[in-house]
């Protein structure tokens, strides 16, 4: 039997900052202009940008300029944006284990792409996920 494992949300951002922390320090100080939000689910919007309609099936989403594409003088502007979404995740998680393993797998594979990588490059790392 199936049991799906719900934790509030401090909790859930704690286990983002955790995964967060497990960065190797040579990509970690080369974090900038970059927020990281928890929210329950993808807006309207944000399925759209992923084409993608059903929000049980968005993990994470990364908003912005990736690293490599950033142009010189690329200051002033608002931070990028990497949302992981709370819910969808809990859904596929039969335990505490599943969640925190989760939450870090879509938290690298976000970071991925803030530093620059593409979908098809992160789904060969994250071994086909």
Known sequence: MW???LVDRAHFEKLVEEALGTLPDRFAS???NVSILVEDWATPEQLAKVNLKDPHRL???YEGIPLTERPRGYYGVL???ITIFRIPIEEMSSTDD????QVRKTVMHELGHYFGMDERRLR?????S
């Open 3 to 5: 049991y799906r494992v």
């Open 30 to 32: 080369r974090l900038e």
């Open 59 to 61: 993990l994470g989403l």
């Open 79 to 81: 931070p990028d944006r």
């Open 98 to 101: 599943d969640i925190r393993s």
């Open 124 to 128: 060969r790392t994250d071994g086909g």
